[in-house]
């Protein structure tokens, strides 16, 4: 395998593999690709231990830094993944809160290392865009919600 042109990399303070491992048993299209040892000490770890790890979340190319505790992740980066129904957005939802995860509001959610994910069935999205007041109804429904009631979305979408 080449390394792709393009990778996000995710700094986790020393559990990037267990990461990995766990969104490459979670989601499809996703796997650990490589573990990488560190050749010498270095801030936060010593020779030997687990430095990067490289894997895919639903087909998307990561690299998973262990880099220590210096930067926590914030909401201002989430995977966002799409959901064809609420049988989906339940597996992948409980998956990750239940994981020592925890809620968050309008379909977002975190990691138990501090991943915010976006658990977004498609019938949200396709609301949205047709605009008007489809998409006023169903974005007022959303905005009541913790993760995304797909039967909720459809009855607000119908008025």
Known sequence: ????????????????????????????????RAVHRAPGDFPGGKAGDVLTVEFTVVGIPCLGLNGGPAFPHTEAFSFQVATDDQEETDR????????????SACGWCKDRWGVNWQITPRVLTEA?????DEAKRAFAAM????KIDV????????G
């Open 151 to 158: 039967a909720a979305i459809k009855a607000a979408r119908r």
């Open 1 to 32: 395998m080449t390394t792709p042109k393009n990778t996000i990399c995710l700094w986790y303070d020393k559990d990037a593999e267990a990461a990995a491992t766990f969104y490459a048993r979670t989601f499809p299209d996703s796997s650990v």
């Open 128 to 132: 949205l865009a047709a605009g008007g």
């Open 143 to 146: 905005m009541s919600m913790r």
């Open 92 to 103: 992948y939802w409980d998956a990750i809160v239940g994981n020592g995860g925890a809620e």
